[in-house]
């Protein structure tokens, strides 16, 4: 049988990114992105093993840009896809796992959108536009909480009135679940440690950060919980805050629960902390020129998100070792090394040159002798959405 090619496809509010992969291949025949969706900017780049080419398609909605990518995936795939595998951020206590597209589980989704109003109609958009495109192809949702439906109660639960969780949901779901089961399966791999025997910690940085204690294959705890905003500092995302913040602000400067919402997602993290930039590479340069922002900032990412893995390993009874992953987490060896000062108690030690190889792609274990293991290992999250819809057309 010949190698299975699977269309990803991850859709915001006005992007969708797409990747072609195919199961024998390590790269990406062609994978792309499509930005500012329903303006006059609308423009999809397309990348493949040849060069880079962007097109201008003004205007165009998901699915006009779809109908713009299909057939040049098609024709990267030789005129044969097996499937179209999409990412949908939030499951809520529906899905369990990786699930076939159709109406019972459209309808799923549509009632979880409640609790990402947001990401999922973006992701149904996608999914309504594929349908149409391709009625008789295989689809499945692959989602972002779908890993964490394994956390125990008392990880999960919040302490609020107990109708509020049975009657509207209200608990901690976790993020980036595709991130991180990949990444800790990965992890066991690269060890040599049986996934089904293997404790880990994981930290995924990126834009958006999570950490999660991964046990036997499955989540046990995550920092993200009802929404993404909970948990770490991120990009432009507040992490944890006292929930009396938002009634100070109210009653201070009289902002309503939207501007307080908007100033705590959009404004707030490395943006809202250096007064500079959102990006940990703009704001590395600018910390090492001693600019004040950029190094608090920087201190107040690596102490939390090393408060955050502490208090993960309270889910573990053993610790296989801690992994890096996610733009931040692959690149930046000086998060890495600022991090674990933090951690002195779990006897982590880096080897300063092993750190500082393990950037732009390159995975390995970066620990001296005598330290528990210290990994880095590049997540792949477009490869184990493929893998999910594979897993799904053999079965």
């Given at each position: 049988?010949?190698?299975?090619?699977?269309?990803?496809?991850?859709?915001?509010?006005?992007?969708?990114?797409?990747?072609?992969?195919n199961?024998?291949?390590?790269?990406?025949?062609?994978?792309?992105?499509?930005?500012?969706?329903?303006?006059?900017?609308?423009?999809?780049?397309?990348?493949?093993?040849?060069?880079?080419?962007?097109?201008?398609?003004?205007?165009?909605?998901?699915?006009?840009?779809?109908?713009?990518?299909?057939?040049?995936?098609?024709?990267?795939?030789g005129?044969?896809?097996?499937?179209?595998?999409?990412?949908?951020?939030?499951?809520?206590?529906?899905?369990?796992?990786?699930?076939?597209?159709?109406?019972?589980?459209?309808?799923?989704?549509?009632?979880?959108?409640?609790?990402?109003?947001?990401?999922?109609?973006?992701?149904?958009?996608?999914?309504?536009?594929?349908?149409?495109?391709?009625?008789?192809?295989?689809?499945?949702?692959?989602?972002?909480?779908?890993?964490?439906?394994?956390?125990?109660?008392?990880?999960?639960?919040?302490a609020?009135?107990?109708?509020?969780?049975?009657?509207?949901?209200?608990?901690r779901?976790?993020?980036?679940?595709?991130?991180?089961?990949?990444?800790?399966?990965?992890a066991?791999?690269?060890?040599?440690?049986?996934?089904?025997?293997?404790?880990?910690?994981?930290?995924?940085?990126?834009n958006?950060c999570?950490?999660?204690?991964?046990?036997?294959?499955?989540?046990r705890?995550?920092?993200?919980?009802?929404t993404?905003l909970?948990?770490?500092?991120?990009?432009?995302?507040?992490?944890?805050?006292?929930?009396?913040l938002?009634?100070?602000?109210?009653?201070?400067?009289?902002?309503?629960?939207?501007?307080?919402?908007?100033?705590?997602?959009?404004?707030?993290?490395?943006?809202?902390?250096?007064?500079?930039?959102?990006?940990m590479?703009t704001?590395?340069?600018?910390?090492?020129?001693?600019?004040?922002?950029?190094?608090?900032?920087f201190?107040?990412?690596?102490?939390?998100?090393?408060?955050?893995?502490?208090?993960?390993?309270?889910?573990?009874?053993?610790?296989?070792?801690l992994?890096?992953?996610?733009?931040?987490?692959?690149?930046?060896?000086?998060?890495?090394?600022?991090t674990?000062?933090?951690?002195?108690?779990?006897?982590?030690?880096?080897?300063?040159?092993?750190?500082?190889?393990?950037?732009?792609?390159?995975?390995?274990?970066?620990?001296?002798?005598?330290?528990?293991?210290?990994?880095?290992?590049?997540?792949?999250?477009?490869?184990?959405i493929?893998l999910?819809?594979?897993?799904?057309?053999?079965?």
């Amino acid at each position: 049988m010949s190698a299975r090619n699977i269309l990803v496809i991850n859709c915001g509010s006005s992007s969708i990114k797409f990747a072609l992969v195919n199961e024998a291949q390590s790269s990406f025949p062609l994978q792309g992105l499509a930005e500012r969706l329903g303006s006059p900017e609308a423009v999809i780049h397309f990348e493949t093993a040849s060069g880079k080419e962007s097109v201008h398609v003004a205007d165009a909605d998901h699915q006009a840009a779809l109908a713009q990518i299909l057939p040049r995936v098609e024709d990267a795939a030789g005129g044969h896809l097996d499937g179209i595998g999409h990412r949908v951020v939030h499951g809520g206590e529906n899905f369990f796992a990786s699930s076939l597209l159709n109406e019972e589980t459209l309808a799923g989704i549509e009632a979880n959108i409640q609790l990402a109003p947001l990401h999922n109609p973006a992701n149904l958009s996608g999914i309504h536009a594929a349908m149409s495109l391709f009625p008789t192809l295989p689809q499945v949702g692959v989602f972002d909480t779908a890993f964490h439906q394994s956390m125990p109660d008392r990880a999960y639960r919040y302490a609020v009135p107990d109708f509020l969780y049975k009657e509207h949901g209200v608990r901690r779901y976790g993020f980036h679940g595709t991130s991180h089961r990949y990444v800790s399966k990965r992890a066991a791999e690269m060890a040599g440690v049986p996934v089904e025997n293997s404790s880990w910690l994981v930290a995924h940085l990126g834009n958006g950060c999570s950490t999660c204690a991964v046990v036997n294959g499955e989540s046990r705890d995550t920092s993200m919980g009802l929404t993404p905003l909970e948990g770490l500092v991120m990009g432009t995302r507040s992490g944890d805050v006292d929930p009396s913040l938002h009634n100070f602000l109210h009653n201070s400067l009289g902002w309503d629960l939207a501007k307080i919402d908007a100033m705590l997602n959009k404004e707030s993290g490395l943006k809202g902390l250096s007064g500079l930039s959102n990006d940990m590479r703009t704001l590395s340069e600018a910390r090492l020129a001693g600019h004040p922002g950029a190094v608090l900032a920087f201190e107040v990412f690596c102490y939390r998100l090393a408060k955050s893995l502490a208090g993960m390993a309270c889910a573990l009874e053993q610790l296989d070792g801690l992994v890096f992953t996610g733009g931040i987490g692959e690149n930046s060896a000086a998060v890495r090394e600022r991090t674990l000062d933090h951690l002195k108690l779990f006897g982590f030690k880096l080897d300063g040159e092993a750190n500082a190889r393990c950037t732009r792609g390159v995975a390995g274990e970066i620990q001296s002798a005598g330290s528990p293991r210290v990994m880095v290992v590049p997540t792949n999250e477009e490869r184990q959405i493929a893998l999910d819809v594979l897993a799904l057309l053999d079965a």
